[in-house]
């Protein structure tokens, strides 16, 4: 089906609003000229007693936030719907269900409003969330993208060319922090609670050991492993160990799955020869890693990126500033385009 829209607003002023669906949170923000007025972000709390996100409770907290979280975001940045240039959602990848529930939203919004219509990729967005404040990493760049579902190096050569140039072949850094804080009896997620424990505890308490795997790719499923078993063998001897040791044993986690990063980055920044170096994602919300990847960038004559706490985890923002680059290059998609679980890109 083909959009007719009006994509008449002066290109570089254009201001667009943008939701992200993808997973446990609804986000919408509004965007002007590349400039992100406002970024609502709607947290789902239900899945912590589950251990993980479950999807089908996730589509449906999306369909209870949408409204207010898009009216919130109009309002802080002080706009409506009648001045809206584009809609902006996540096409992919994610939960199929949440993915709809935005995908559907925005589309019904472009038919409505008969603007044009903008699907963004979800990982493609996180690295574009370091265009969003000053100063910016100027291309090409690297960034490390770590969530919950991804780990990878990207080489930026431009905003409309982004190449994977590394990534994990199991688990995500995101799981890595979220499956062993469940060893650990923490809640779901538990990747800011290990975070928060680390800070109180030695990093080189334990050891737990790195994978070798070739080239800049990742696997972070033997850590969860290794910690499993290290628990098991201590809690025979002390059924207390890991209340005992809480901190140390989150800061040594922490300190291991930071080392696997940052060991890879070094070999991405020698084999490409970029030494502007960015990282994005829910897990660059870790306090260890962004002083690890400042501190790394002093020592190698790096420059370094880091986007603020609330465009590292999921947000509209980065969803924006992604539409931004696409309506510049009048990349607009049709009316009957469908969010898929999985991309490549
Ligand atoms: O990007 P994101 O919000 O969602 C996905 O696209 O997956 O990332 C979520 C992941 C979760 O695994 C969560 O535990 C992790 O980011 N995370 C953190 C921190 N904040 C969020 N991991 C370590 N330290 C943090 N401070
Ligand atoms: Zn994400």
């Not at 989150?250 to 990063?261: F, G, Y």
């Not at 970029?274 to 790096?302: D, F, H, P, Q, Y």
């Not at 420059?303 to 607009?332: E, R, V």
Request: hydrophobic fraction near 40%; include cysteine.
């Amino acid at each position: 089906m083909k959009n007719e829209n009006d994509t008449s607003a002066s290109t570089k002023e254009a201001c667009i609003l943008a939701i992200e669906s993808s997973c446990d949170e609804t986000s919408a923000s509004i965007c002007v000229g590349g400039k992100i007025l406002s970024n609502f972000i709607a947290n789902q709390t239900v899945h912590e007693q589950y251990g993980g996100v479950v999807p089908e409770l996730a589509s449906r907290a999306h369909m209870q936030h949408i409204v207010p979280v898009v009216d919130a975001a109009l309002k802080t940045a002080n706009t409506s719907l009648e001045n809206i240039d584009a809609v902006a959602f996540t096409q992919a990848p994610g939960l199929i269900g949440s993915l709809l529930v935005g995908a559907q939203f925005a589309k019904s919004l472009s038919l409505a409003l008969n603007k044009p219509l903008i699907a963004v990729h979800h990982m493609q967005a996180h690295v574009l969330a370091n265009l969003i404040a000053e100063p910016k990493p100027s291309f090409p760049f690297l960034c490390l993208t770590v969530s919950g579902g991804h780990t990878q190096i990207v080489l930026a050569a431009s905003p409309y060319n982004l190449k994977v140039i590394g990534e994990t072949i199991d688990d995500a850094a995101g799981e890595a922090f979220d499956k062993t804080a469940k060893l650990l009896g923490l809640p779901y997620p538990g990747g800011p609670l290990i975070d928060k424990y680390a800070k109180e505890g030695n990093p080189l308490a334990f050891k737990f050991a790195e994978p070798q795997i070739p080239e800049m790719n990742f696997s972070f499923s033997g850590l969860k492993t290794s910690v499993l078993y290290f628990l098991q063998a201590r809690k025979l001897e002390d059924e207390q160990f890991i209340q005992k040791h809480l901190p140390d044993l989150c800061a040594s986690v922490q300190h291991t799955i930071i080392n696997i990063l940052i060991k890879k980055l070094k070999k991405a920044v020698k084999q490409t020869g970029i030494n502007r170096v960015c990282i994005a994602g829910g897990v660059s919300a870790n306090s260890g890693l962004r002083n690890a990847l400042t501190s790394t960038g002093e020592k190698e004559g790096w420059q370094t990126f880091i986007p603020s706490f609330q465009y590292c985890t999921d947000n509209a923002g980065m969803i924006a500033i992604t539409a931004y680059y696409k309506y510049l290059a009048g990349d607009f998609a049709e009316l009957d385009i469908s969010p898929t679980a999985r991309a490549e890109w």
